[in-house]
């Protein structure tokens, strides 16, 4: 079992920037492949990044690539999602997802989720 819990979220104005944080419990989170999905109200969920186990391969939703950045850091069992530009449609609850594979993340199918943070964007 890994427990995710994510920190990070606010109230910004658009074009502001704002770092989510998904801290995880376990050792084993280098084991797994990262993401970040999220859903704005009345919408489904919404794939938006993902990360290999190593950091060394990242993949972004369209509506995001060039502004968001995934991140990790594995000796300190985190992962990151780096949030410039923002827009109003960036608002949504962000989780933190943690699964076998990349397709797992980008399906919506991960392993493990977080609670979610709140994003909020005003233009």
């Known amino acids: 079992q890994v427990q995710l819990v994510e920190s990070g979220g606010g109230l910004v104005q658009a074009g502001d920037s704002l770092t989510l944080s998904c801290a995880a419990s376990?050792?084993?989170?280098?084991?797994?492949?990262m993401g970040w999905i999220r859903q704005a109200p009345g919408k489904e969920r919404e794939f938006v990044a993902a990360?290999?186990?190593?950091?060394?391969?990242?993949v972004y939703a369209d509506s995001v690539k060039g502004r968001f950045t995934i991140s990790r850091d594995n000796a300190k069992n985190t992962v990151y999602l780096q949030m410039n530009s923002l827009k109003p449609e960036d608002t949504a609850v962000y989780y933190c997802?943690?699964?076998?594979?990349?397709?797992?993340?980008?399906?919506?199918?991960?392993?493990?989720w977080g609670q979610g943070t709140q994003v909020i964007v005003s233009s």
């Open positions: 990360i290999s186990r190593s950091g060394s391969s990242t």
């Open positions: 376990r050792r084993t989170f280098s084991t797994y492949h």
């Open positions: 997802a943690a699964g076998i594979t990349i397709a797992q993340i980008r399906e919506n199918r991960g392993n493990y």
